[in-house]
């Protein structure tokens, strides 16, 4: 153990944490972080009771994110033992987590919190012969196998603020005097109860009695987002932050202003950049976005994220809105980040102004090799007036390309690569496909992306994990001009195997003629798919099936999409029967003006209770087969039909005596 840990174990130690929780801390560096922070901040270098050191520990683990500003408060009334239980902490967590500092009432925090209310050993004794009086068969009839903790919980709603430990042995107490001593039987484990299995449903099908056993309740991949009556809870219940946090930390004014737009509804947005066709990493991406919309009543926008003119086509911007119908989803709107490149400069005019934003004359080269020793541009420091100057003539078009660039004034020393002065503008002699010639210079993604999310009043920005470390310019960026902050939330993108899933890949196949075109079936473009035959249907359940998490590891074998495409087209394709070289065959015996309409199933294990897995084939007297199953000469390694022989004709079940035939050339 290195020097410092053990300092820190020590200095954990003299909390009154036990060993192994002290050196469980050490091994998280977040816990670790925030233990060391809480014990500086309540001024306990020399330790205290182990009392107060666990809710001290509790509150490094549990303080919730958004109201780490108050934290040093709460640790005086915690050091100063006015709140000196789990339950008083808890109901802290849950004030401080929904008061902002301008609305802080401390009154109102003691009040909440219970701080300086006393129970009684007579007030808890009362209340805990109320709760067993009410619970008496249960307790008769389990005995001491008893939920102890349901009924502390029940005494617990009635008197929050009563000592746990207390109630607890109250509990103890009057359980013994109302059972007696323990007996042998008291100590035996309870059986556990056998699951029930799902009762099986009889359904009558055209005179076929079938077994039905009903399915089992398939599971919402839109579970993991806050329930319907939260949806705003991700971005109404935040009300600041000290800054080190990545989350939204808005002020009142600026959510009044978005829940008016928004009414509280979900608003997401499916933002494809229009450089190539979409491949079925992008199925998922629509899902998400379209289907949790979908799902809480919401609206999802299509936004064409547009700021490279240079790899941009009118082609691309057309093929990606019909493949977003193709796929089953309406967008509340199509809107386009180019839209909003006038709002986008007068902001970018803001930054300089407030010395946020300076033009940069580095070529790309320098600026990688500054970014790798965390040294600042020679520009940074130019004033203000002189940036405003040059980034007018970078918009008039009188400044080269590459020449300069105008970049954000982050932090050049954090420990985030996207925070070190990420580039905002940059010039570009080339027409917009959307825009046309209006501009020479273009937004960047990281510059674009936030801001046009805040414009739109998205709910939850939703991206793949690979986005995560950008999370901190996206912020930065909307905290620094006042804008309202969306809730972001990464997941963890599509991987199949055996399949190209890089655009840029995709695009120098395509482009290097190595395969016919963005829709050549052999690519997992949804072009490519859908050419190959397959439904959109089948995409979207492989994508529900695989759910949404934000586990990065996961490679999904090509052969688990292969199945959901054979689920989806025995259910619906077409069948045809089909007799190559026929040989005509007359059953004699069966009236020529005799039909028959059979239930046949599609394929062989297709389910009985689907009705969907049979169709009806007219049977007559003539038949076709195989000219291959009929020989005149029998023999025992054949099984098929010869003269003086009988056999099965498939799907057909004739009555007994229905077995003469004639074989006709």
């Known amino acids: 153990m290195a020097i410092d840990d053990s300092i820190k174990l020590e200095l954990f130690l003299s909390l009154g944490l036990d060993k192994r929780t002290a050196e469980n801390a050490l091994v998280n560096p977040k816990v670790t972080a925030n233990l060391t922070a809480v014990i500086q901040e309540a001024e306990i270098p020399n330790g205290c009771s182990k009392t107060v050191g666990n809710l001290l520990y509790t509150v490094a683990t549990k303080h919730p994110g958004n109201a780490l500003v108050h934290r040093p408060f709460l640790l005086r009334f915690i050091v100063s033992s006015k709140i000196k239980n789990s339950a008083q902490l808890d109901a802290a967590f849950a004030f401080l987590s929904n008061v902002g500092p301008e609305s802080f009432c401390e009154s109102q925090f003691e009040e909440a919190c219970g701080v300086g209310v006393e129970v009684s050993l007579d007030e808890i004794q009362s209340i805990v012969t109320s709760v067993l009086d009410e619970n ?4 008769l009839e389990q005995r001491y196998h008893i939920n102890v903790g349901n009924l502390c919980g029940q005494v617990r709603k009635r008197s929050p603020w009563a000592d746990a430990k207390i109630v607890k042995e109250v509990i103890d107490d009057k359980l013994c005097g109302i059972l007696g001593e323990r007996t042998a039987e008291d ?3 309870p059986l556990k109860k056998k699951k029930e299995k799902p009762v099986k449903v009889e359904v009558e099908q055209k005179n076929t009695n079938i077994i039905v056993t009903p399915p089992e309740e398939e599971v919402n991949p839109f579970s993991i987002f806050p329930q319907p009556e939260e949806n705003t809870k991700v971005h109404t219940e935040i009300f600041f932050s000290h800054g080190a946090v990545l989350r939204p930390h808005n002020s009142r004014e600026k959510l009044e202003k978005h829940l008016k737009v928004t009414g509280g509804k979900v608003f997401t947005r499916f933002p494809p950049e229009p450089n190539g066709y979409l491949h079925i990493g992008h199925a998922k991406a629509m899902f998400i976005n379209f289907g949790l919309a979908k799902e809480r ?7 064409f994220d547009d700021t490279n003119p240079e790899a941009e086509k009118k082609e691309y911007i057309e093929h990606i809105q019909e493949i977003v119908r193709w796929m089953g989803w309406q967008p509340h709107k199509v809107t386009y980040s180019s839209d909003y490149f006038q709002d986008l400069y007068d902001l970018a005019v803001e930054l300089i102004r407030n010395d946020r934003a300076y033009v940069d004359h580095q070529s790309p080269e320098e600026v990688k090799e500054y970014r790798e020793n965390k040294m600042n541009s020679p520009w940074r420091d130019r004033p203000v007036e002189e940036s405003l100057r040059l980034f007018e003539e970078m918009r008039r078009g009188m400044i080269d390309e590459g020449k300069a660039t105008l970049r954000l004034k982050q932090d050049m020393q954090s420990d ?6 990420l580039i905002a503008y940059r010039i570009k002699f080339t027409p917009h496909p959307h825009a046309g010639d209006k501009w020479c210079i273009y937004p960047s993604y990281d510059y674009t992306h936030c801001i046009v999310d805040s414009i739109e009043n998205i709910t939850h920005s939703l991206c793949t994990l690979e986005f995560e470390i950008r999370r901190p310019s996206y912020y930065w960026l909307l905290e620094v001009l006042g804008l309202y902050h969306p809730y972001v939330w990464e997941y963890s993108r599509l991987n199949i195997s055996n399949t190209v899933m890089s655009k840029r890949k995709l695009n120098r196949l395509v482009t290097e003629k190595w395969v016919d075109g963005w829709d050549d079936p052999r690519l997992m473009t949804l072009a490519g798919l859908r050419r190959r035959g397959v439904s959109s249907t089948s995409i979207n359940a492989f994508i529900r099936g695989i759910g949404i998490t934000r586990s990065d590891n996961s490679m999904i074998r090509v052969d688990r999409f292969e199945y959901h495409i054979r689920e989806e087209l025995n259910k619906t394709a077409s069948r045809t029967m089909v007799v190559l070289n026929p040989l005509k065959v007359v059953i004699t015996n069966l009236d020529s003006s005799s039909a028959m309409d059979l239930d046949a199933k599609m394929w062989p294990d297709a389910p009985a209770d689907d009705v969907s897995s049979f169709y009806k084939i007219p049977f007559t007297n003539v038949v076709y087969i195989e000219r291959t199953d ?15 022989k009988s056999v099965l004709l498939r799907q057909v079940c004739l009555p007994d005596k229905v077995h003469r035939s004639r074989v006709w050339e």
């Open 187 to 189: 100590d035996k484990k």
């Open 416 to 421: 985030n690569k996207n925070m070190y002065d």
């Open 136 to 139: 008496m068969d249960a307790i």
């Open 630 to 644: 009929f020989r005149l000469k029998d023999s025992k390694d054949f099984y098929g039909l010869a003269p003086g």
């Open 297 to 303: 009543g919401g609206s999802c926008y299509l936004r």
